[in-house]
């Protein structure tokens, strides 16, 4: 068994892969001849290549420097609209994921127990082999839906899509309803759209409802917030904390969590009270507005003010200055809206007050779809028909909550009740539901349920540490995936670099699997260059100078843009869908759970160095940042007998950790908070394992029933001296 | 884009969120081990207390002064200021007495502390990423900026953009810019809300710290000279007295035994 | 003024004490953590950083051992230029005790300095603005003064008379550079700091500090040699205390350490800076403890010539004053120096090692000069023949 590779071994596996590409000094003859046809390397082989980020889901474009075969600085697409010729900090370090001396660079198949993190190396014809066995096995003896997919938001999704589809099971879990299922539901209620698009051309005044874009940084869209500060816009942010977003904010209002719904309930009344909204929009383009007027009737400025912690002169001034600088005015809707039960709820209120004051067509636009429109893609039969319910209650127990978005936290609890049936087999890419799912006692249990677990990823993340099989990706650097479609251009991810080791793209690998399990229909493409010609062959587009250009330009689409794919057409200030259903259909106030003497709402939210769950590694993002630690109000701690640095241990109803605690002014005295993403379980991460603890271990499952999205600070902690 | 005279940065704390793209990307460009870093992001604590809080950050890095102290001070002359900008390093020549770390106003130049002696241990600063400069390229901390809260060009250019922008909204910025005076003036301009301390920048005055350094050294040479005349004169007239004392047979006098402590 | 020397030389003999083995030891230890920090650096085995590059090494290894190396062209200046022949006793002992000094300088820099390989680049790489040449420079050509300061009676001590009296011959223009060369070299500490005017507190940073530190170093010089002989006689049983010899030289101190009062406190006054007198906190208090140590206690200790007769109070008096002046090369080598981090800065005892194994080299060295050279032997026999 001189195979089984122990962790050390592995390490070392790693390292020396990397270590002998930097020895190489010739550009490996496959991408090096692409790149050389498209224009981009000299006879040295060094030069600029574009391709697309993929350190966070914004996907900036990039062009990666590479000489002798390695790529050696990724600088921004200036010809892209998410980068502009930037990239923020994990763009930047996007190097060191793809050199990361613990990438697993070939398929891994497990020899100890599950968790023991015991695997040997296999061949890709073993590992795809054993893999398409048990899928079979699984299907056989229970039935397609006895396999569970999930997947996070990525380019190749949609072959994830094709081949789960093709297999034939309903049980498909995404990140969204971890992330913006509040959000993306309330604007299908009122706009009928997932996410309208904002403009920050020419903005007066943005409310930012607990979006921290300074570090929970879109690329271009934390550029355009700063460039309209720099104007002399005026930004009011919500959030318990002082982020760096509201370090910039000319109002900082640390509200109560939970109360956004609360505050902007009392804007909308200002608005109507003092009739400061867009008449002529409101009769033209919206529906419902008089119930809505009377039914805001009751939350003026002083009703919430009581609730929100935020006076009620400044929540009327805000509304009047909020009405004044429409349509120059914006109510940002947020994108990890996973707060409280309630937050649907909030959302709508937002969509709402954006309709209010009119600033459609300014501030907020129609977003052209990812789907790309004229872009080609292989044939595709027709999928099995599917028959059984899904595990995630959607649509039985979430009628609204749209299919391909679900409810991953419901589907891993249904794991677990085995409700209404058992699950058997878990395939999993580009995903860390060990750390990103509330509650991963719960999410561990689920995993030990399964007879058989695949994980595609590029590291030995959790997951895949938790897994049967690991199937290593080639980076993002190192690899062709789909077109991503952004506005009326489609941009190419293409290799870089030739993929270290054995890894293989996504495309490649869903393609292998697919003929494995006889769905070969179902992946026609010869191979990824093959898959983005038949992209490309409707729109007459040269691969080459797809290549060389770095996107393709696309058919554009003018619509209407003062039409709605809501039932009415309209803008709906009360929604006919929720009202059909029994839901409210005018937000209305619900006194969100609040913690009990002694406990602390527990807050969670994105570090400008870190993506998710996945980035830990990565030494680069690491440079000069002290591990995480807990953040307590000053005060509050010196009240606990607490101070900066001690080791505290937090508890909630679902587990506790230990963890280190920053005393500081920065924070609302009855809230902590902690960055996700640390304390991660698989010791196959040698930078990240051992470095911080993780709030999912906390947080409690709560999902909102109409949204379907989980409530991240709706769990309560304690905190005590360790 | 024309040819720069002199190379300049600007600086606008207000635009800064403190993500450190800057110091990624520079590490990256520059190949900065892990333990160094040629940027550190300075004055990233709150301040107030809460909810009345602020914050404020900036990129510290080479100010790429005008009348560079490191240059002055290094004993080898390791360091060289460019004539559009950039001060320089020669590694060939450092003995690594860090000499420059304490000159520098700005306490910038860095050293391999953990280097023995066939690692070959160095200073290490912000070139001003000269290697793209070169190829028309931005520095790769002010490309990479997602803000745009750094700015690269013409000294001159940028300092009229720093007034303007003061002069737009005198109610945001300190009415200041740091680095065109001070120090007898630098390449990296900077513009604030917060006082320039807050930032981690020193206190330095418009005049270079190496100014009475140099004006000391000029003095010296004719001191010296000046000192050895005295003393040769001393050494010459005691031996002839001495000679003729001894021609007298008298006693050595009192005198001067009194004086030995006064001398200087 | 003629004094007793007691005995020819040579008969002087190390009591049976354990000094020798503990330098021995200590030696041992220096040298082994000066090898980790040549293989692994200098970061391996101290706590200086970027916040602190310079430390414990530079402010008692180099600042305090050329201060305290100053009694030599002192007491040179007076003997061959000023013909204080009375002196003469005085003189050997102390240029050895700054060869010594000097040599332990290079050996703590061989340590210090980053590329102590590249020392010579000194000599070829030359930019004349730096002070920090000026000091390694004055280093190299005071050493090579030293030896020709010391060769006759290193030559006697082989034997080697007719040697000796030819490098005699070099002797007096070879002081009068040294002195030269010592003025610009204890200047040159201070001018070191003159580029360091926005991190030097004020109480301390002046653009007189090249002045500052020769005038200061004058006294410490006059105090090494009370020092030194009072050590010497006592631990070299048969070399008697020139008690009247030191008096003299103890006399000098008052106006040494009066004009070095004068001076600062002017200074002080007249830039405007007595402001942080009393406002500077902790700065405030390390001045005024230099000067009451190294500056008031002595004046009115050796004001009085009775004190002056006292060996005790002599040595005492010394001792002070080296203290007090010590602290005022730390001050503003060290604690006087603003930081932009505020990261605390802690000598390690690796770092600590190497000073004590370099001083015990010195002390060892020094034990062995006196005893195989003819160091407190009145060679006035041999200048007279020159
Ligand atoms: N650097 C970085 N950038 C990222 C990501 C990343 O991982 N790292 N991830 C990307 C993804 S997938 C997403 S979804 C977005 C998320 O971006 P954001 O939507 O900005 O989400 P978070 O940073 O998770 O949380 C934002 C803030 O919500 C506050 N908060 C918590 N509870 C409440 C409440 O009840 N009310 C209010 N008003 N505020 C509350 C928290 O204090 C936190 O500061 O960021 C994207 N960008
Ligand atoms: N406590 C807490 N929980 C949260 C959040 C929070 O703020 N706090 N945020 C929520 C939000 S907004 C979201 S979007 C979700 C995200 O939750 P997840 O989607 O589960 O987490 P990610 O970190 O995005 O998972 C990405 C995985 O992909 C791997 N990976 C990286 N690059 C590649 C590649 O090129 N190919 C493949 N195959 N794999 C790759 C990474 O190693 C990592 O394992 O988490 C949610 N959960
Ligand atoms: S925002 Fe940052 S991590 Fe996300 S795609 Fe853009 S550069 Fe990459
Ligand atoms: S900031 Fe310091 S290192 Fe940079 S040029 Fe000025 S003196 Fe030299
Ligand atoms: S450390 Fe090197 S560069 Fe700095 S002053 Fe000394 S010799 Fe010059
Ligand atoms: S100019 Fe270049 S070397 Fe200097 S800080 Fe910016 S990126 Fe680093
Ligand atoms: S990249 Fe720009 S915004 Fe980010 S820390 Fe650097 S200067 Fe500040
Ligand atoms: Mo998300």
Redesign the pocket.
């Known amino acids: 068994m001189e195979q089984t590779v122990s962790r050390r071994d592995f390490l070392k596996l790693g390292g020396a892969a990397a270590g002998a590409l930097a020895v190489g000094s010739f550009v490996p003859p496959r991408v090096a001849q692409a790149a050389l046809e498209a224009g981009h390397l000299n006879a040295q082989g060094d030069g600029y290549i574009p391709s697309v980020c ?1 350190m966070c ?1 914004w996907r900036c474009g990039l062009l990666a420097k590479v000489k002798d075969g390695r790529v050696v600085k990724l600088d921004g697409n200036p010809d892209h609209p998410h980068s502009k010729g930037k990239l923020c900090p994990r763009g930047q370090a996007g190097i060191m ?1 793809t050199y990361d001396p613990d990438r697993v660079l070939t398929p891994l198949i497990r020899v100890g127990s599950r968790g023991e993190g015991k695997f040997r190396k296999a061949s890709w014809e073993e590992a795809l082999d054993i893999v398409a066995q048990k899928m079979l096995e699984i299907r056989e003896k229970y039935g397609s839906e006895a396999m569970v997919f999930s997947s ?3 380019l190749s999704q949609v072959q994830f899509e094709n081949f789960l589809q093709a297999f034939g099971s309903p049980n498909y879990g995404t ?2 309803s ?3 299922n509040a959000m993306i539901v309330s604007n299908l209620m009122t706009y009928g759209m997932e996410e309208p698009a904002r403009n920050y051309d020419n903005l007066q005044y943005i409310i930012y409802t607990g979006r921290n874009l300074a570090e929970a940084i879109s690329n271009s869209e934390t550029g355009e917030m700063i460039a309209a500060i720099d104007r002399g816009a005026k930004m009011v942010c919500l959030d318990p904390r002082f982020t760096k977003t509201a370090a910039k904010a000319t109002d900082w209002l640390p509200i109560r969590p939970g109360t956004d719904l609360a505050f902007h309930l009392a804007l909308i009344n200002v608005i109507i009270e003092e009739r400061l909204y867009n008449q002529a929009f409101v009769e033209a383009y919206t529906t419902g507005f008089d119930e809505l007027a009377a039914s805001t009737k009751p939350y003026t400025p002083d009703w919430a003010a009581e609730r929100t912690d935020v006076p009620a002169e400044t929540i009327a001034r805000i509304g009047r200055e909020f009405a004044a600088a429409a349509p120059f005015a914006l109510a940002h809707n947020g ?2 809206t ?1 707060n409280f039960v309630n937050s649907f709820q909030a959302e709508r209120a937002i969509t709402i007050l954006n309709a209010l004051v009119g600033n459609w067509g300014t501030s907020m636009v129609h977003a052209g779809g990812e789907e790309g429109g004229g872009l080609g893609k292989p044939p595709q039969p027709p999928y099995p028909r599917i028959s059984a319910q899904r595990l995630d209650g959607v649509p039985w127990m979430y009628p609204f909550v749209p299919l391909k978005i679900g409810v991953f936290q419901q589907l891993r609890d249904s794991i677990i009740d085995e409700n209404p049936y058992k699950a058997h087999g878990w395939f999993i ?5 060990v ?4 509650d991963r006692k719960k999410t561990l249990a689920a995993m030990a349920s399964m007879d058989f677990i695949a994980t ?4 030995l ?4 540490w938790f897994s049967d099989v690991v199937l290593p ?4 650097l190192e690899r062709y995936d789909p077109l991503a479609v952004v506005g009326d251009k489609a941009y190419i991810r293409q290799p870089v670099i030739e993929p270290q080791g054995e890894a293989k793209s ?1 495309l490649w690998i869903y393609k292998e699997l697919g003929s494995r399990l006889g769905m070969s229909e179902f992946f026609q493409y010869a191979d990824e260059e093959d898959y983005i010609k038949q992209q490309l062959a409707p729109l007459g587009a040269s691969f080459d100078s797809l290549r060389s250009q770095g996107y393709v330009e696309l058919p554009g689409e003018a619509g209407d843009q003062f039409q709605w794919q809501t039932p009415s057409g309209k803008i709906e200030l009360k929604s006919s869908t929720l009202e059909s259903a029994g839901f409210a259909a005018i937000p209305t106030w619900s006194e969100p759970p609040a913690p009990a003497e002694g406990q602390f709402y527990l807050l ?3 570090g400008a160095r870190q ?5 830990q590694n990565n030494q680069l993002l690491h440079k000069y940042d002290d591990e995480p630690r807990l953040w307590m109000n000053a005060k509050t701690a010196k009240a606990q007998g607490l101070r900066d640095g001690d080791m505290v241990q937090v508890a909630s109803e679902v587990g506790s950790i230990y963890v280190r605690l920053l005393a500081t002014e920065a924070i609302r005295p009855d809230c902590v908070y902690m960055m ?2 640390f304390g991660h379980l698989s010791m196959g991460l040698t930078t990240a394992y051992g470095l911080g603890s ?3 271990d906390l ?1 409690v499952t709560y999902t909102d029933p109409i949204s379907g999205g ?1 409530a ?1 600070t709706q769990t309560f902690v304690t905190v005590q001296k360790a | 884009m024309a040819t720069i005279q002199q190379h300049a940065y600007l600086f606008d704390a207000t635009r800064c969120i403190d993500c450190r793209a800057c110091m990624i990307a520079c590490s990256v460009e520059n190949s900065v081990p892990m333990n160094d870093s040629y940027i550190w992001v300075t004055g990233s604590a709150v301040m107030g207390e809460y909810p009345d809080l602020r914050r404020a950050t900036m990129p510290y890095h080479c100010m790429h002064c005008l009348e560079p102290d490191c240059v002055s001070a290094c004993p080898v002359g390791a360091w060289s200021k460019r004539e559009d900008g950039p001060v320089l390093y020669d590694e060939d020549k450092c003995i690594g007495c860090r000499y420059c770390m304490n000159a520098c106003p700005f306490s910038v130049p860095h050293f391999d502390w953990d280097k023995g002696l066939f690692g070959g241990a160095l200073m290490h600063k912000c070139t001003m990423c000269v290697q793209r400069l070169e190829v028309g390229q931005e520095p790769a901390c002010v490309q990479t900026c997602p803000t745009e809260a750094l700015k690269f060009g013409e000294r001159e250019a940028l300092i009229a953009e720093a007034h303007s922008r003061i002069a737009a909204h005198p109610e945001r910025y300190i009415d200041h810019v740091y680095g065109e005076l001070e120090n007898g003036g630098t390449s990296y301009l900077i513009l604030s809300h917060v006082p320039f301390g807050e930032l981690g920048l020193p206190d330095v005055g418009v005049t270079p710290v190496k100014n009475v350094s140099e004006a000391a050294m000029r003095a010296t040479i004719p001191l010296a000279l000046g000192w050895g005349a005295v003393l040769t004169g001393v050494t010459v007239g005691m031996e002839l007295n001495k000679q003729r004392k001894d021609k007298a047979g008298k006693e050595e006098p009192a005198e001067v035994e009194a004086a030995a402590g006064g001398k200087r | 003024m003629k004094i007793d020397i007691a005995v020819p030389s040579r008969l002087y003999h190390f009591r049976p004490n354990p000094l020798p083995v503990i330098l021995v030891a200590l030696m041992a230890i220096g040298l082994a953590v000066a090898m980790v920090r040549f293989a692994s650096g200098i970061g391996a085995i101290s706590n200086l950083s970027n916040t602190y590059p310079w430390g414990f090494w530079i402010s008692f290894d180099i600042y305090t051992g050329i201060a305290i190396s100053s009694g030599a062209f002192l007491l040179a200046a007076a003997v061959y230029i000023f013909e204080i022949r009375s002196l003469r006793p005085l003189l050997m002992p102390t240029i050895l005790t700054a060869l010594l000094g000097y040599f332990m300088e290079v050996l703590a820099l061989m340590v210090d300095l980053g590329r102590p390989e590249r020392i010579f680049n000194m000599l070829f790489y030359q930019n004349f603005t730096s002070w920090m040449l000026v000091v390694g420079l004055c280093v190299m050509i005071y050493l090579a003064i030293l030896a020709v300061e010391i060769a006759p009676i290193f030559l006697r001590g082989l034997k080697q008379d007719k040697w000796a009296h030819f490098a005699r011959r070099f002797i007096k223009p070879a002081v009068i550079l040294g002195v030269v060369v010592s003025t610009i070299h204890q200047g040159s500490l201070g001018a070191l700091l003159l580029i360091q005017s926005a991190k030097l507190h004020p109480l301390w940073w002046t653009p007189l500090l090249p002045v500052m530190f020769f005038v200061s170093s004058i006294s410490i010089g006059l105090a090494m040699v009370i020092f030194e002989s009072s050590m010497t006689s006592r631990y070299f049983k048969s070399h008697h205390l020139e008690i009247k010899l030191l008096a003299k030289v103890a006399g000098a101190i008052p106006y040494a350490v009066g004009i070095y009062a004068v001076l600062r406190f002017a200074q002080l006054f007249l830039s405007g800076n007595s402001q942080y007198l009393f406002s500077s906190g902790l700065m405030s208090v390390l001045f005024w403890v230099e000067i009451v140590i190294g500056v008031v206690v002595p004046f009115i200790l050796f004001i009085s010539p009775r004190n002056r007769a006292d060996p005790r109070t002599l040595l005492i008096g010394a001792i002070i004053l080296l203290v007090g002046m010590v602290l005022n090369r730390f001050n503003v080598s060290w604690f006087g120096i603003h930081r932009l981090q505020e990261v605390g800065y802690v000598p390690s005892l690796a770092e600590i090692s190497i000073s004590l194994a370099i001083f015990s080299f010195g002390i060892l060295a020094f034990g062995l000069g006196a005893r195989y050279l003819p160091l407190f032997e009145d060679s006035d026999a041999i200048a007279e023949r020159a």
């Open positions: 993929e889901v994921t996070t938001h990525n990140q969204r971890l992330c913006f994108w990890r996973s890419s580009r995903q860390n539901p750390l990103s799912l509330p595609v990823d590029v590291i993340n959790d997951t895949a990706e080639a980076s993002y996504a969670t939210g994105k993506t998710q769950f996945g980035t996700p993403g993780s709030d999912s947080h989980q991240l």
